[in-house]
């Protein structure tokens, strides 16, 4: 049996239940989640898929290049992306609560990076430079 270690969680990854914790879920993770995780996910009856396809998206770092990306789309303003730590598929695993899959999810949300005054700085140039444009392009 092998042991996998995950911030101080101790997870059994020959432990399996029936039916598999992730059979017919699909999940897509991010570069900066350790191989285990992605590992595990599979060992459970999960499925990898696209950051489009996918119903749970992990990443372990909010300022990681392929994760930067989805704070500004679309779907996370209107809320309908939410990104989660990769800790949580550990936690899952170790302590299954099928009926209360919501509520351990909300735990391990990832947040987006705090951005810097001069990063909020630039982007209230850039908007107020493209407002001037739409309205020079009205005139």
């Given at each position: 049996?092998?042991?996998?270690?995950?911030?101080?969680?101790?997870?059994?990854?020959?432990?399996?239940?029936?039916?598999?914790?992730?059979?017919?879920?699909?999940?897509?993770?991010?570069?900066?989640?350790?191989?285990?995780?992605?590992?595990l996910?599979?060992?459970?009856?999960?499925?990898l898929?696209?950051?489009?396809?996918?119903?749970?998206?992990?990443?372990?770092?909010?300022?990681?290049?392929?994760?930067?990306?989805?704070?500004?789309?679309?779907?996370?303003?209107?809320?309908?992306?939410?990104?989660?730590?990769?800790?949580w598929?550990?936690?899952?695993?170790?302590?299954?609560?099928?009926?209360?899959?919501?509520?351990?999810?909300?735990?391990?949300?990832?947040?987006?990076?705090?951005?810097?005054?001069e990063?909020?700085?630039?982007?209230?140039?850039?908007?107020?430079?493209?407002?001037?444009?739409?309205?020079?392009?009205?005139?």
């Amino acid at each position: 049996t092998h042991t996998h270690t995950h911030t101080g969680l101790a997870v059994m990854a020959e432990r399996r239940l029936d039916p598999p914790l992730f059979r017919g879920k699909t999940a897509w993770f991010s570069a900066s989640v350790a191989d285990d995780a992605v590992e595990l996910w599979g060992q459970h009856g999960g499925f990898l898929a696209s950051v489009d396809d996918a119903q749970f998206l992990f990443s372990d770092n909010s300022e990681a290049a392929d994760t930067v990306p989805l704070f500004s789309s679309a779907a996370f303003r209107d809320e309908t992306l939410t990104l989660f730590q990769s800790a949580w598929v550990f936690e899952y695993v170790q302590n299954p609560q099928p009926e209360r899959v919501l509520y351990s999810l909300a735990r391990w949300t990832l947040a987006p990076p705090i951005k810097t005054a001069e990063q909020q700085q630039q982007q209230q140039e850039n908007r107020q430079q493209q407002k001037e444009q739409q309205q020079q392009q009205q005139q």
